[in-house]
């Protein structure tokens, strides 16, 4: 289990809106290394793990987007049938709620990170 | 306590007042009745005559101006005074039809410094102050009013007009602006702007700031006071009744002083135009006292505000106006409620955080009113999860649904894509098609 930086960025659910954010990533030279996108009608937020957590937010602020960065915990899972299985039992025992959640390929191919939002950060950092 | 720049005229005693102003009124509607065709035929079909005002009151019995008449008197029908008498003409903007026309003879441009030179001095403008006159010159009035009463103080006025952000920004730091007047959502703008490019208001030497040409709020003066370090006042006035300088702000900050001594106010019901009495809210109605050029009897501004006597502690005696809360053309029926924009404003700026600029958005789409207002989500306002996203939308629906008691769906958008105005700010759109 590690702690990583992921970014969140405010966009409204319109077309050309996802564009938008990965030209900032594409001429920054930032590496996005995952990402998600939860949307509630008219707005939404998109979540990034990047290899340049800062230099991408720096980026984005000041291309004038609301943004903002938080840890999230990356918890290795083995890449067969039952890993996810395993680490989710394990989260259960441990009675952490998850906010939000994705994954992560690592680039080997021989695992992935799962990626959970936790917010009682101090209880997940305790018991992962 | 700044000083006050006419004592004779700002201080009259009501006795004097009523006095100066019966004499006024009895000459100026002679004059307009006998230099213009159309007060004629419209005291004529109203039955009255200019020597039926015996009293102030007597001005009731005669006919309103409104801004249909002028436009019908296009271009120069409104003109009192021979075109060789006129030395300068201004027009309304014009965006509602055709624009209207009014002429300035050498007294009214006069009279028009004289009240500017009152209202900058109830902001604390002196000889020695340098004024950043961001107001656009032009046929709009708001520039070279500010021009003429600032040179009449002697003050140092910078016509730089109104747009070009960076460079005002940069003037005011270099050239040590003192007093700034432009629009109230221009000071917004500038405050911004500034942050973005890096200057630090605080070190300037601007210390108060004269706006107005829009409605604005208390809300918008707290955060213009807080964000560019300054005394904000406010200014009215409009181009049929001579421009900036009918009404400004004393440093006491809870009313406008109206130039009662040249402009005679009235307030009346937007509805059936009956006169009301102090302190009631309705349409403001304006005659001029002494203009020459284009004399307005009964001018319906259409803004919307009450009249307040009483003293003063800055020593005036004038009467007080409120600021604008309204139009009564802009007034929006929703769902068959009345709502003014501005109270939609006013909720809005109520909340911690958010920028001031909206945009309200009316349609009707399934033969019932529904109205968006878009705010910025700004950093302050920003969660990382939809679910606080979510609560703060509905907190700002429910917040403004408490104080105008309508019901709207807010929808939060991207920072700094909602319309900055460098000039009037439109932020309502009507969108209902009324078949």
Redesign the interface.
């Known amino acids: 289990m590690k702690n990583i930086k992921?970014l969140?960025i405010?966009?409204?659910n319109k077309p050309g809106k996802l564009e938008h954010i990965t030209k900032v990533f594409e001429e920054n030279k930032i590496n996005i290394m995952a990402f998600n996108i939860?949307s509630?009608g008219?707005?939404?937020?998109m979540?990034f793990i990047a290899d340049k957590p800062e230099k991408a937010l720096e980026a984005f602020k000041k291309a004038?987007?609301?943004?903002?960065m938080?840890e999230v915990f990356a918890i290795e899972m083995e890449d067969k049938p039952g890993g996810f299985h395993n680490v989710a039992q394990f989260i259960a025992k441990s009675g952490l709620n998850i906010?939000?959640a994705y994954v992560l390929i690592e680039k080997d191919r021989q695992g992935a990170l799962l990626i959970c939002?936790i917010k009682d950060t101090e209880k997940a950092k305790k018991t992962l | 306590m700044s000083l006050i720049w006419n004592k004779k005229a700002e201080c009259l005693l009501p006795i004097e007042k009523d006095q100066l102003q019966l004499e006024r009124l009895q000459h100026i509607v002679k004059y307009a009745c006998e230099k213009v065709p159309y007060y004629k035929k419209a005291f004529d079909k109203a039955g009255v005559k200019p020597s039926d005002i015996k009293s102030l009151k007597d001005i009731e019995k005669l006919p309103f101006t409104s801004k249909a008449e002028l436009r019908d008197a296009y271009p120069f029908g409104m003109f009192a005074a021979p075109m060789e008498e006129i030395v300068e003409i201004h027009t309304s903007s014009g965006t509602t039809g055709k624009p209207v026309v009014m002429g300035y003879t050498t007294a009214d441009i006069e009279l028009w410094s004289e009240v500017m030179a009152r209202s900058l001095s109830m902001a604390g403008c002196t000889k020695a102050d340098i004024v950043q006159n961001a107001y656009g010159y032009g046929l709009f009035t708001g520039g070279l009013g500010v021009h003429y009463g600032a040179r009449k103080i002697g003050a140092n006025v910078i016509p730089i007009s109104a747009g070009n952000t960076k460079r005002q920004l940069e003037i005011m730091r270099d050239f040590g602006t003192t007093i700034l007047t432009c629009t109230p959502s221009y000071a917004l703008f500038l405050a911004e702007s500034a942050k973005d490019d890096k200057i630090d208001l605080k070190s300037l030497k601007l210390r108060s700031g004269v706006f107005g040409a829009e409605m604005w709020t208390e809300k918008m003066r707290e955060e213009i006071e807080k964000r560019l370090h300054i005394s904000a006042t406010n200014i009215y006035g409009l181009t049929e009744i001579i421009g900036p300088g009918v009404a400004q702000e004393c440093e006491v900050k809870n009313g406008l002083h109206l130039q009662e001594d040249l402009f005679y106010p009235e307030i009346v019901s937007p509805e059936n135009l009956s006169v009301l009495s102090e302190g009631e809210k309705g349409e403001l109605v304006l005659t001029t006292l002494t203009r020459e050029g284009t004399p307005m009897i009964r001018f319906r501004t259409k803004d919307i505000t009450s009249l307040h006597r009483g003293e003063c502690k800055c020593g005036r005696t004038s009467i007080k106006m409120d600021r604008i809360t309204g139009r009564s053309d802009d007034m929006l029926k929703i769902r068959g409620v009345i709502v003014f924009p501005s109270s939609i404003e006013k909720a809005l700026l109520e909340i911690k955080g958010l920028e001031p600029h909206y945009k309200i958005i009316i349609t009707r789409p399934h033969q019932l009113d529904e109205i968006e207002v878009q705010v910025e989500?700004?950093?302050i306002l920003?969660?990382?999860?939809?679910r606080h996203?979510?609560e703060t939308k509905k907190n700002i629906e429910n917040h403004i649904e408490k104080s105008v008691g309508l019901k709207l769906k807010v929808?939060?958008?991207?920072?700094?894509?909602l319309p900055r105005s460098e000039g009037k700010a439109k932020r309502v759109f009507d969108q209902r098609e009324l078949k």
């Open positions: 992921q969140s405010f966009a409204e939860a509630q008219d707005f939404g937020i979540r004038g987007f609301t943004i903002s938080n906010e939000n939002d | 989500a700004s950093e920003f969660s990382d999860e939809i996203m979510e929808t939060l958008v991207e920072p700094k894509t």
